[in-house]
């Protein structure tokens, strides 16, 4: 309930309109789960960060700053020592899109898992189960 409240007056300090249930149960999760809620862009950056701070050899360190979708991105687009070793210029500008890409998908998703209830998330992956045995058939 208190997280309600703090969420609710943020907005108030911010907006002219009350918010509707899903934007105040967002600034609810957001004070919960900040690091579910950061943009592709910031999240290279801690990416970007940790490269220069831990190396190409220090991956479990680096790896303890980052959140689930970042280390998820980070796997998809090649690894950490690809990402260490990719060199500066058209390369490095291309991981980082791809990078992006990626995360803003990874995040989207842990966002949904965030944001909606226990008892829809198991609906809904019911209902995906149900439709993969229905099309297998």
């Given at each position: 309930?208190?997280?309600?409240?703090?969420?609710?007056?943020?907005?108030?300090?911010?907006?002219?309109?009350?918010?509707?249930?899903?934007?105040?149960?967002?600034?609810?999760?957001?004070n919960k789960?900040?690091?579910?809620?950061?943009?592709?862009?910031?999240?290279?950056e801690?990416?970007?960060?940790a490269?220069?701070?831990?190396?190409?050899?220090?991956?479990?360190k680096?790896?303890?700053?980052?959140?689930?979708?970042?280390?998820?991105?980070?796997?998809?687009?090649?690894?950490?020592?690809?990402?260490?070793?990719?060199?500066?210029?058209?390369e490095?500008?291309?991981?980082?899109?791809?990078?992006?890409?990626v995360?803003?998908?990874?995040?989207q998703?842990?966002?949904?898992?965030?944001?909606?209830p226990?008892?829809?998330?198991?609906?809904?992956?019911?209902?995906?189960?149900?439709?993969?045995?229905?099309?297998?058939?």
């Open positions: 309930m208190e997280e309600a409240y703090t969420g609710l007056m943020a907005w108030i300090a911010k907006e002219k309109f009350p918010p509707s249930p899903a934007e105040l149960l967002e600034l609810v999760q957001k789960n900040p690091e579910f809620f950061i943009g592709a862009e910031t999240a290279w801690l990416v970007s960060r490269v220069k701070r831990f190396g190409w050899s220090n991956k479990e680096a790896f303890e700053t980052f959140s689930a979708p970042i280390k998820r991105a980070v796997d998809n687009v090649g690894g950490w020592q690809r990402i260490c070793q990719t060199p500066l210029g058209n490095w500008g291309l991981l980082r899109k791809n990078f992006m890409d995360y803003e998908e990874l995040s998703v842990e966002q949904e898992k965030v944001l909606l226990n008892t829809v998330l198991k609906r809904l992956a019911d209902m995906q189960e149900q439709k993969q045995l229905g099309d297998g058939q």
